[in-house]
């Protein structure tokens, strides 16, 4: 008889998810974001989702990632392209706040679905990026596009931080960079 595998060791470590849809300009800067870090490459254990417009099957992707990062346009008032991280407990009151995006609800829904089954990951953070128009079309707004690389610099540096221990327990929000 075979002996059983540990799926755990074929997991990565973090997931990187992307939400959006890339038919709306601006609500798409989540899916491009993590397509644009995946073809980068060089991130070490890490895995990448396009979550699309967010749905209930992303519950078990996320309960089985020790580290999160979300990655969507979010209403947050700041000028478009702006790039705010939130991270830990600083996340879960962004989504539970004023600042608003298309998926928080649905987002909120699951980070409340991995509390309840104890498997919220212990560090996770949102980058959120202020869209200037969401409305039909498949190109990024110039202000948008132009805030891309900022992202990913910034998941880069969350990455970083995490691995030297740096996360904060009370969790962090950081609107500059």
Do not use: Y
């Not at 953070?125 to 910034?154: F, K, N, Q, T, Y």
Request: charged share 25%; glycine share 12%; net charge negative.
């Amino acid at each position: 008889m075979p002996a059983p595998t540990d799926s755990s060791a074929s997991r990565p470590r973090t997931l990187i998810l992307g939400l959006g849809n890339i038919l709306l300009t601006d609500e798409a800067v989540g899916v491009i974001v993590v397509r644009r870090l995946e073809e980068a490459g060089g991130l070490g254990d890490v895995g990448f989702l396009d979550g699309g417009t967010l749905s209930f099957t992303l519950s078990g992707p996320i309960a089985d990632s020790p580290r999160l990062i979300v990655v969507d346009a979010a209403v947050m008032g700041e000028p478009p392209g702006r790039v705010c991280v939130f991270e830990g407990e600083a996340m879960d009151r962004q989504l539970s706040g004023i600042g608003k995006s298309v998926h928080e609800v649905s987002l909120m829904d699951l980070m409340d679905m991995a509390r309840l089954t104890d498997s919220l990951p212990k560090h996770r953070a949102l980058v959120g990026i202020e869209p200037a128009a969401v409305d039909w079309g498949d190109e990024l707004s110039p202000a948008v596009a132009a805030a891309v690389p900022e992202a990913m610099g910034r998941i880069r540096d969350l990455l970083r931080a995490w691995d030297q221990g740096e996360a904060s327990p009370q969790g962090r929000s950081v609107r500059d960079g």
